[in-house]
């Protein structure tokens, strides 16, 4: 199999899986957020930063900027822009708005992987403000697809702490 081929599979099911797990939640679920602890995302904050988590870092490494601090300092950002604390994260307005919103992040990382030869996913090697290491362009990009799923589990576990009746089924069902 070949990086495009594996890369597509991945964010394909990653993102159907994201998208019915969050068609089964209510309006009335965006505050939620676990009670015990600190820094928790709220359920909102939780839907926003998955609608980020993967298309806009696939296309900026794709586009050449691997969110290096050259990159963070052209953008005026700094890395706690990159990392607020939960209080501080973005939300969604709504469900549907999540869902729109994680259909275009979809749409962004699908465009641009098919924009990518395929030989740019093996040979070129970047680095990201995570890992210094540099490591093949199609790797990072299979790191934003698990970046999306781990807050997809994420989601999960909330909504069994919620008491939604998921399973692992949910968890990775792709069709409805």
């Known amino acids: 199999m070949k990086?495009?081929?594996l890369i597509e599979h991945e964010l394909d099911e990653t993102y159907r899986s994201s998208n019915n797990l969050i068609q089964l939640l209510h309006e009335s679920?965006?505050?939620w957020k676990p009670s015990s602890g600190s820094n928790w995302m709220d359920v909102a904050q939780l839907l926003m930063h998955m609608t980020?988590?993967?298309?806009?870092?696939?296309?900026e490494f794709v586009n050449g900027c691997d969110g290096s601090p050259e990159d963070l300092a052209a953008n005026q950002l700094t890395l706690e822009d990159m990392l607020p604390p939960a209080d501080h994260m973005p939300r969604v307005l709504s469900i549907p708005d999540a869902l729109e919103l994680l259909e275009k992040d979809r749409l962004m990382a699908?465009?641009?992987l098919k924009s990518c030869p395929e030989e740019n996913l093996e040979k070129?090697?970047?680095?990201?403000?995570?890992?210094?290491?540099?490591?093949?362009?199609?790797?990072?990009?299979l790191q934003m697809a698990g970046h999306l799923s781990q807050h997809k589990t994420q989601l999960f576990y909330y909504m069994k702490l919620m008491g939604y009746p998921v399973n692992t089924r949910s968890l990775y069902l792709t069709s409805p």
């Open 29 to 31: 679920d965006l505050d």
């Open 52 to 59: 980020t988590a993967c298309g806009v870092p696939v296309a």
């Open 110 to 112: 699908m465009t641009a």
């Open 3 to 5: 990086w495009k081929q």
């Open 124 to 141: 070129n090697a970047i680095t990201t403000l995570w890992d210094n290491t540099p490591r093949p362009l199609g790797y990072r990009i």
